[in-house]
C-alpha cells in the first residue's frame, strides 16, 4: 500500500542543475533512512546520497560537494539538489525508503524511477 512517487527528471545540459523529489504515500508510521539511487547503463545501481531520520547524510564521492539530499518529514519527502551536472551523472535515479507500516520491522520501498539525462 506504500508507494514512492519521483518527479523532476529530465533533460539538463553540462554545468545545468536538477532537483528530484520523491514523496511517500499510504499506509505510513514512519520512515527511516531516505536514498537516492542511480543506475547508468551497463553499470551497477549505485548509491548516491542517503538520509537518517535525524538528518545525517551520506554520499558518493562522485557527487560530494555538487548534490545535497534533504528531507521534509512532514511531507514525507526526500529530494536531491543536484548542481553543475556532468554528462556522467547521466542515469535512472531511483528513490528508496526505509518505511514503517503497521509493522515491527520496516520495508524498503523503491520509486518507479525517472531519467536524468545531461547533455548539450
Known amino acids: 500500500q506504500v508507494q514512492l512517487v519521483e518527479s523532476g527528471g529530465g533533460l539538463v545540459q553540462p554545468g545545468g542543475s536538477l532537483r528530484l523529489s520523491c514523496a511517500a504515500s499510504?499506509?505510513?508510521?514512519?520512515?527511516?533512512?531516505m536514498g537516492w539511487y542511480r543506475q547508468a547503463p551497463g553499470k551497477e545501481r549505485e548509491l548516491v546520497a542517503a538520509?537518517?531520520?535525524?538528518?545525517?547524510?551520506n554520499y558518493a564521492d562522485s557527487v560530494k560537494g555538487r548534490f545535497t539530499i534533504s528531507r521534509d518529514n512532514a511531507k514525507n519527502t526526500v529530494y536531491l539538489q543536484m548542481n553543475s551536472l556532468k554528462p556522467e551523472d547521466t542515469a535512472v535515479y531511483y528513490c528508496?525508503?526505509?518505511?514503517?507500516?503497521?509493522?515491527?520491522?520496516?520495508?524498503?520501498?523503491w520509486g518507479q524511477g525517472t531519467q536524468v539525462t545531461v547533455s548539450s
Open positions: 538520509i537518517t531520520s535525524g538528518g545525517s547524510t
Open positions: 528508496n525508503a526505509d518505511i514503517y507500516s503497521g509493522s515491527y520491522y520496516p520495508s524498503d520501498y
Open positions: 499510504g499506509s505510513i508510521f514512519s520512515i527511516n533512512a
